[in-house]
C-alpha cells in the first residue's frame, strides 16, 4: 500500500531556531515528491522535488531528496513567528493524478 | 486573477441530505482534484479529473459523486449526507497532472458539518 510518512507529527521551537522535518515514503513509479505549507486555509505549494540529492531553496527554506532511501528532508533556518503552520509531504506517482499526501508536522514557533 | 474558489465556505447538513460542492478555477488548468481533510490524516484524493470531461476515483470515492463538463469547474456531490462526511473538502487543479509541472493550487476549502 502506497504511503507517505512525516515526522514529527509536532514541533515547539524559538525563533531563530533551525528545524528538519522529514518525510519519507513507499510509492508505486513515483514521480515527484513536494512539499506544502498550510496555515489557516490553503496548502501554498512550496518545492517540488523529482531528483535526488539536488537541494531547492527559496529564501530561509531548503529541501532535499533521496530516491535510494525514499525520503526527503525540509529545512527552515532561523525560524520566524510566521513559519508557524502544518507542512505537508505529497507524493505523486508517474501518471501525476495519484497524490498521497502525508499526516502533515505542526510546527509552532515561539517569540 | 482568482485562482481556485470553492462554495460554500461552510456548510451543516443532516444525515441523508444531499448537497453539491463547487469549485471553480481561472488559471485554464486542465486538471482539478477533490480533497477531504480530517484531524491527523492529511489530505486524501476523493476523485480526479485529468481533464474536461473525464473523471477518475482516488483513495476514497464512496459516498461521493463528480462531474466535470466545463474545464474550469469540477462539481462534488453528497447523494445521502452521513456524519462520516463530516470533514474539510479542498478542490485543487493543476495545469497538467501528466506533465512535469504537476503542482496542484489549493481553494480555500469548505468546511461541512453532517449532522
Known amino acids: 500500500e502506497d504511503k507517505v510518512v512525516q515526522s514529527p507529527l509536532s514541533l515547539v521551537v524559538h525563533e531563530g531556531d533551525t528545524v528538519t522535518l522529514n518525510c519519507s515514503y513507499e510509492?508505486?513509479?513515483?514521480?515527484?515528491l513536494l512539499w506544502y505549507k498550510q496555515e489557516k486555509k490553503a496548502p501554498t505549494f512550496l518545492f517540488m522535488l523529482t531528483s535526488s540529492g539536488i537541494e531547492k531553496k527559496s529564501g530561509r527554506l531548503s529541501s532535499i531528496l533521496d530516491k535510494k532511501e525514499l525520503f526527503s528532508i525540509l529545512n527552515i533556518t532561523a525560524t520566524q513567528t510566521g513559519d508557524s503552520a502544518i507542512y505537508l509531504c505529497a507524493v505523486t506517482n508517474t501518471g501525476g493524478f495519484k497524490t498521497i499526501f502525508g499526516a502533515g508536522t505542526r510546527l509552532f514557533v515561539k517569540a | 486573477n482568482a485562482g481556485v474558489t470553492q462554495t460554500p465556505k461552510f456548510q451543516v447538513l443532516k444525515t441523508g441530505q444531499s448537497m453539491t460542492l463547487q469549485c471553480a478555477q481561472d488559471?485554464?488548468?486542465?486538471?482539478m482534484y477533490w480533497y477531504r481533510q480530517d484531524p491527523g490524516m492529511g489530505l486524501r484524493l476523493i476523485y480526479y479529473s485529468a481533464s474536461e470531461g473525464t473523471t477518475d476515483k482516488g483513495e476514497v470515492p464512496d459516498g461521493y459523486n463528480v462531474s466535470r463538463l466545463k474545464k474550469q469547474n469540477f462539481l462534488l456531490g453528497l447523494e445521502s449526507a452521513a456524519p462520516s462526511q463530516t470533514s474539510v473538502y479542498f478542490c485543487?487543479?493543476?495545469?497538467?497532472?501528466?506533465?512535469?509541472?504537476?503542482?496542484?493550487?489549493f481553494g480555500p476549502g469548505t468546511r461541512l458539518t453532517v449532522l
Open positions: 485543487a487543479s493543476s495545469y497538467w497532472a501528466g506533465g512535469t509541472n504537476n503542482e496542484q493550487f
Open positions: 488559471m485554464n488548468h486542465n486538471s
Open positions: 510509492v508505486t513509479n513515483f514521480r515527484s
